[in-house]
């Protein structure tokens, strides 16, 4: 861990954070969760305290803590752990920045604030240029998801200059459906930048423009499955890569008509991996299992775990 020069490549599974039944942090499921990533899902790299980790709902102590564990937990173990630090404060976004310097995270990534929003590009730039200058030895990504933010700027206008505002700069988490400006994002990225897709449900295109790895929820799950449509794009089968997507389709598909979101996804994880991850906090609610169960029957058969 802790190689700035090390490219982000690959899957990178957003991780759920792990909660006891009454909602408090968990750590004792990060070890366990690790090794069931890498062992079971082929995934490597982790993507920490952010969507799918309720990040917003969590305090600035639990995300250290979280942070902390992962880290521990993931060191010999995975190949990088970037820790999203994005928060509404710019001040709380240092400080949790500044910790994962400390702790030796091996990079941090920011979303846009989406309450007070950046009301220009410019002011985005700025924002993110305050976070990324607390710990400028960290490789710095941008976390663009409009569809939660709604901040809609084109990133691929932001590149132009911006190692000139932020050195540490190193990519993207592009969750977004505008695959023209992700496109233009790769053809604008520099050697040792990581332009990273974030949907998962639309990745196969995004791996024929380029794509240099992918952060996703699913990933989570499965991994082993992605890691196969990548493997079928890199030697030319398009056929095989497809039906793996149109299986992944298939699946979240099934689930969006059941109420998917990041509980139902918590618990489906929880029902396919065994472990004990809890349930989401306020104002997330429980997923029932009847629910999830379904879900993890339509994901048995469309492969056959």
Not at 124 to 138: D, R
Request: charge should be neutral; include cysteine; hydrophobic fraction near 40%.
């Amino acid at each position: 861990m802790a190689n700035p020069e090390k490219r982000l490549t690959g899957l990178v599974a957003a991780t759920f954070t792990p909660l006891t039944t009454h909602g408090e942090v968990n750590t004792s499921e990060i070890g366990p969760y690790v090794d069931y990533l890498r062992d079971k899902q082929g995934v490597n790299n982790i993507f920490v305290n952010g969507t799918t980790g309720e990040s917003m709902s969590l305090t600035v102590a639990e995300r250290k803590l979280l942070a902390e564990e992962w880290c521990k937990r993931a060191k010999g173990k995975l190949d990088q752990v970037i820790v999203h630090v994005g928060c509404m404060s710019v001040k709380d976004s240092q400080e949790l920045a500044s910790h994962a310097a400390q702790i030796k995270a091996d990079g941090i990534a920011v979303i846009a604030p989406s309450f007070f929003k950046p009301s220009t590009a410019g002011a985005l730039l700025e924002y993110l240029q305050q976070v990324a200058s607390v710990a400028p030895t960290l490789p710095f990504y941008y976390y663009h998801m409009p569809g939660i933010t709604g901040v809609n700027f084109p990133v691929a206008d932001m590149l132009d200059s911006i190692e000139k505002v932020i050195p540490s700069f190193r990519g993207v988490k592009f969750t977004g459906s505008d695959l023209m400006d992700f496109g233009q994002c790769v053809s604008k990225s520099q050697p040792h930048w990581s332009v990273l897709y974030g949907i998962d449900e639309q990745l196969l295109a995004a791996v024929a423009l380029g794509a240099h790895g992918a952060v996703g929820s699913t990933y989570n799950y499965i991994g082993s499955h992605i890691n196969q449509l990548l493997s079928a794009f890199e030697r030319g089968d398009l056929a095989q890569a497809r039906n793996i997507q149109f299986k992944i389709q298939d699946l979240i598909g099934f689930a969006v008509k059941q109420g998917f979101n990041v509980g139902v996804n918590k618990q489906l994880m929880c029902e396919v991996s065994g472990l004990n991850l809890g349930p989401p906090r306020s104002p997330l609610t429980q997923c029932p299992q009847a629910l999830a169960l379904s879900i993890k029957e339509k994901y048995q058969a469309l492969f056959g775990q």
